[in-house]
Structures are given as C-alpha cells and as structure tokens.
C-alpha cells in the first residue's frame, strides 16, 4: 500500500480560450506550420519553413510586381 493514497476523485481544471481573431494566422498546406498572415504576407506568400508557395491572385501579384498607382487596368474589346 502506498503511503499517499490516490484521491478518490481527479480535479481538471478547465480554463476558457481566448478569442481570437479570424484571419491572423494561415496554416501552410506544405508543412503544417501555423504563419501569421503578416509574416507571410512580408516574405512573399512563401512558407518559411518548407518554402511552400502560396496561391497570388492577379491582383495581389500586380502589387508584388509594380509601383503603387503605375498600373491601370483596362478593359480591352476585340470586334
């Protein structure tokens, strides 16, 4: 017999999540790695563990790519 016996009952304690905001952080779908979106978003949308690349729409790669205010878009129609 032991000489601390085990208490009938266990105590768990549990404690309420914070909330948090959506959108701060992203999962990388290389690695697993949780990033936060600005850290990601100052390396390029590239994954700083794994150097996953990241899905760029158009509109994001045109303010990669170019000065602000230098590109206009335009709708070009062909007859």
Known sequence: MPIFGKPKYTIVKISKKKEMPDGLWTKCEGCGE???NKALEQNM???PKCNYHFVLGAQERIAMLLDEGSFEEREIIKF
Do not use: Q, S
């Open 45 to 47: 949308k590239v994954c």
């Open 34 to 36: 949780i990033i936060y």
